[in-house]
């Protein structure tokens, strides 16, 4: 393989390579409604979204004024994964640029994998309905044994399972998660695109780079790779 490509590389889910924000808002609206609470529109709800469901549902809840009791709140976010996990991709799409992107990767010889919080079984349902399942090696889920991201663990076992080291492995991804996760594990770069779900502009949350589009990430790894170890 020639120098200026990476082993391997690690995608984050959402946000990432693939916009899930209306079957999250569908699901969200749905929990609500049995709270007696009014929807939110879907370009409110994009603000919301990052970190998972638990915290989807506290801005949620915020946002109308309420706060619910420990109890009721662990009943509606059991409400809201139901909801969700029962339909995750209907309305999802792959961002611009992420298949064809991921076909070269997948042509290169590049190994590529799936680091997200999200539940393994959701998942494979979202990147089966959007066509790119086939492309990835290997998914490390939030649902595994090991901790949710930005613990390393569970991104250095998927490393392993890509055949690679951490230091020729380069991670993208959307949010200061994504950093923490792959300095924690000592990777070789860490890319984040500036499109995702997160409060804070990319710009500011120290990645090596951050990109507008996804078919930006060839010129991107020859940009990192003078500044990183050779890899074979």
């Not at 693939?18 to 609500?32: C, G």
Request: one cysteine or more; a negative charge.
């Amino acid at each position: 393989m020639d120098r200026a490509w990476p082993k391997a590389v690690v995608f984050d889910l959402d946000g990432t390579l693939v916009d899930t924000n209306a079957d999250l808002t569908v699901a969200l609206n749905v929990t609500l409604a049995e709270l007696g609470l009014p929807e939110h529109p879907e370009h409110a709800v994009r603000k919301m979204v990052g970190g998972g469901l638990s915290l989807l549902l506290d801005r949620a809840l915020a946002a109308h004024d309420v706060s619910l009791g420990e109890e009721a709140k662990v009943a509606m976010e059991a409400r809201l994964f139901e909801h969700y996990a029962a339909n995750p991709a209907s309305l999802s799409r792959l961002y611009p640029h992420a298949a064809e992107t991921l076909r070269d990767l997948q042509a290169l010889g590049i190994a590529c994998g799936i680091c997200t919080n999200k539940p393994h079984a959701m998942s494979r349902d979202v990147l089966r309905a959007v066509g790119v399942l086939d492309v990835f090696a290997c998914l490390q889920c939030g649902d595994s044994d090991l901790p949710k991201k930005p613990d390393a663990r569970g991104l250095l076992r998927l490393v392993d399972a890509l055949g690679a080291e951490p230091s020729s492995t380069f991670m993208v991804g959307d949010s200061i998660t994504d950093v923490k996760t792959a300095r924690a594990a000592n990777l070789g770069a860490v890319v984040l695109v500036s499109y995702g779900y997160t409060a804070e502009p990319a710009a500011e949350l120290g990645a090596d780079l951050v990109i507008d589009r996804l078919d930006e990430l060839p010129q991107a790894f020859a940009g990192l790779m003078p500044r990183k170890a050779s890899f074979t």
